[in-house]
């Protein structure tokens, strides 16, 4: 018996190219964050004299390469499928942000460049700060990359420097159209975001190995080293978060409204946690927060929010993203958890940070910090429509027309299943035959 389904190229763009975000946003993840933390680790090397932490910089550095090669697969997809299944957005809004979706092709490339000159050189220089200098592109290339892409997503929510008139746009300043008020506070959450993942990513692969009683010095120090990087950058996404709640009561408040289920414009506006929307939008067995919504808004209890009042319904974001949010908070929450009960085990006199529990723990906070990062996105998407340009184009609007979209969301699928389970393989059997305790026997002779 056949499958009957009605075709609609709009939904099916959707679905593919969520699927292509979903599957290449762990893959970018990785690929700025992690840099990062071999640059830091190499320069500590190399300050303490201590090959513990070269040897996290270059085992860290062969897993990376790993995943750029599966993210330039993703990358060079969603570039593709921005042009095939949304056309006309690309029609009007390429004029106006071409710029920065050029730079970011120039970031990988320098990035890139550096990378391999980075890989082939160890143990190449008398001086190893030389070698640990070429790391520096790699990292300022891989953090301008998530830059340039950020700056095209904080345009699509908040368009400026052109004028769109009969569909046409005139008057460009593309400088203008970066530096659109959404760019500030996105840019640092992705920033902030990455670095906070990897670091439990990495230390997670350090309890798990620890756990599993590989007991190396080696893993004691990647272990306490990612987890202190995960805290600050956990303190610096938390400050950020609370930034951006602010930038949506200004400039998107009914992406805030329907977030946060606030539909009549009031002041001392309450927080609404969960709860079942009902048909008079109503909210039963929700947790409500009196004064929540104008704090988290304007740090202020008495201040005035707007509500979805104030906007045509046909305009609202499907109102379940409410229940995205509260998710990706309530992971938040967990990794704000995780964080502080390691370094409060840390810092205190009979902490001790290798227990099986907190282990467990450290790995648990790996996915859960990848699913935030997946629900984080989902809700910047999902809150925007029904816009793909905010009050300029409906991502209807912005679709393709063309047939044969669901047989591509299959064929892509096919490929992300491949390349996932065979960056899986390739990393698990790279490190099984690269054994930490072989190389540290190795660098003792």
Not at 171 to 185: F, K, R
Not at 267 to 280: C, R, T
Not at 330 to 345: H, P, S
């Amino acid at each position: 018996m056949s499958l009957l389904y009605t075709y609609d190229p709009v939904i099916f763009s959707r679905w593919l190219t969520s699927l292509t975000l979903a599957f290449h946003i762990i893959f970018a993840t990785i690929g700025v964050g992690v840099p990062l933390y071999i640059g830091l680790a190499e320069w500590i090397g190399i300050r303490k004299n201590d090959f513990h932490y070269i040897l996290l910089a270059r085992r860290w550095s062969r897993g990376y390469v790993i995943t750029v090669a599966v993210g330039v697969v993703t990358g060079t997809a969603i570039g593709l499928q921005l042009s095939l299944l949304w056309p006309s957005f690309m029609q009007v809004a390429g004029q106006a942000i071409a710029l920065p979706l050029f730079m970011e092709t120039f970031a990988f490339f320098f990035e890139a460049i550096f990378l391999g000159i980075y890989l082939y050189t160890w143990d190449r220089f008398k001086n190893p700060r030389i070698h640990l200098i070429f790391l520096i592109p790699v990292v300022i290339g891989s953090g301008a990359s998530a830059i340039f892409i950020t700056i095209v997503n904080a345009f699509m929510n908040y368009p400026v420097g052109f004028t769109y008139e009969n569909g046409m746009i005139t008057d460009v300043n593309p400088i203008e159209a970066m530096l659109s008020p959404a760019m500030p506070t996105k840019i640092s959450h992705v920033l902030s975001t990455a670095y906070l993942t990897c670091g439990l990513v990495l230390a997670a692969i350090g309890a798990f190995a620890y756990a599993r009683g590989q007991r190396e010095e080696y893993h004691r120090k990647a272990l306490k080293f990612t987890m202190v990087c995960a805290f600050v950058f956990m303190l610096s996404t938390a400050v950020i978060g609370d930034l951006s709640g602010k930038y949506l009561a200004l400039y998107q408040p009914e992406k805030l409204a329907a977030t946060e289920w606030h539909f009549e414009t009031q002041s001392h506006a309450p927080l609404i946690l969960g709860g079942i929307l009902q048909e008079d939008y109503t909210v039963k067995y929700g947790l409500v927060i009196p004064y929540g919504l104008s704090l988290l808004a304007f740090s202020d209890p008495t201040a005035e929010v707007v509500g979805l009042d104030q906007f045509p319904k046909e305009h609202w974001a499907p109102l379940w993203v409410h229940y995205i949010f509260d998710m990706k908070m309530g992971l938040t929450a967990m990794i704000v958890l995780i964080t502080l009960i390691f370094m409060v085990e840390l810092v205190r006199k009979k902490g001790n940070i290798y227990r099986k529990w907190l282990l467990a723990l450290v790995v648990v906070a790996a996915p859960i910090a990848m699913l935030t990062i997946e629900h984080g996105w989902i809700f910047s998407e999902v809150g925007r429509q029904p816009w793909i340009l905010r009050g300029i184009m409906t991502t209807s609007e912005g679709a393709t027309k063309s047939d044969h979209v669901d047989l591509m969301l299959l064929l892509f699928f096919l490929l992300y299943l491949v390349l996932g389970i065979s960056a899986v393989r390739v990393l698990t059997k790279m490190f099984k035959n690269n054994k930490v305790a072989d190389e540290l026997a190795l660098y003792k002779k």
